[in-house]
């Protein structure tokens, strides 16, 4: 599990705009939110970009310790 989307829409900003700061397309980003685990260095990546856009997060705000840590890869 993963809080992508509630950080993203605290900023009220789209999947798209996220999606474009990662250098993504918008359905990616979409997978991501709906439950595909990503990369840890995709999750650095959104993360850099949600705070690019104001949103003032950290690794563990956006993916919590615990929730699906087994799954990230590096």
């Known amino acids: 599990m993963n809080l992508i989307a509630a950080k993203r829409n605290e900023i009220n900003k789209t999947q798209s705009e996220l999606a474009q700061l990662c ?31 104001g949103c003032a ?3 563990d705000d956006v993916f ?8 990230l890869v590096a």
């Open 23 to 53: 250098g993504w397309k918008q359905s990616r980003l979409a997978n991501y939110e709906s439950g595909r685990t990503p990369k840890l260095s995709d999750c650095r990546k959104i993360v850099a970009a949600l705070n690019e856009l």
């Open 57 to 59: 997060c950290s690794l």
């Open 64 to 71: 919590p310790p615990g929730a699906d840590a087994e799954t």
